[in-house]
């Protein structure tokens, strides 16, 4: 879980904005972004809370808070979610009009027992063959770079319909 980016997005920022705004490296805070809250260090706390207006306390109360909670990185749109997936995302939380785009998405992906069932038939060649027709149908098929990236990155989640506004992905492997 990227715990700093969730925290950002939830008050407006990102961390280009805290490197913008105080200096701190992209690549400490890059690093920052997979450790746990303890790790944090105070130069790092006051970044985030000179970027976000806060005190350096509300700030760690409330990455702990969140920490705790488990949080989902939320996406209203294409860049997020690519953002996402770059920061390899356990559990992204997908709201609003742009729910209706990966609902198609969605559709298109088999269940986990229709999977099953053709990589047992199929001595697991279908997944091969699968990959590389969808390489192939990508160099003739006029679509954006963003959305082939997000096809392509989407068929490492699982999808859970939560309701009618949101849907949550989660990483496949976190079933094994």
Do not use: C, H, P, W
Not at 65 to 91: G, I, R
Not at 157 to 173: A, D, H, T, V
């Amino acid at each position: 879980m990227s715990l700093l980016d969730i925290y950002l997005q939830r008050n407006g920022k990102k961390r280009y904005d805290v490197f913008k705004q105080t200096g701190i490296s992209q690549q400490m805070l890059s690093s920052v972004n997979k450790k746990s809250v303890s790790s944090y260090s105070v130069k790092t706390l006051q970044a985030i809370a000179k970027t976000v207006e806060k005190s350096e306390g509300t700030v760690l109360d409330e990455l702990l808070l969140l920490e705790n909670e488990n949080a989902y990185f939320e996406v209203f749109n294409a860049e997020e979610l690519l953002f996402a997936f770059k920061n390899k995302e356990s559990y992204i939380l997908i709201k609003g009009e742009y729910k209706k785009e990966i609902d198609e998405l969605a559709k298109s992906q088999l269940s986990d027992t229709e999977t099953l069932g053709l990589e047992l038939g199929s001595a697991g060649l279908v997944t091969v063959l699968a990959k590389v027709m969808l390489q192939i149908a990508d160099l003739f098929i006029n679509k954006d770079d963003d959305k082939k990236k997000i096809e392509s990155q989407i068929s490492k989640y699982k999808f859970i319909k939560l309701n009618e506004n949101e849907i949550l992905l989660y990483l496949r492997q976190l079933d094994y």
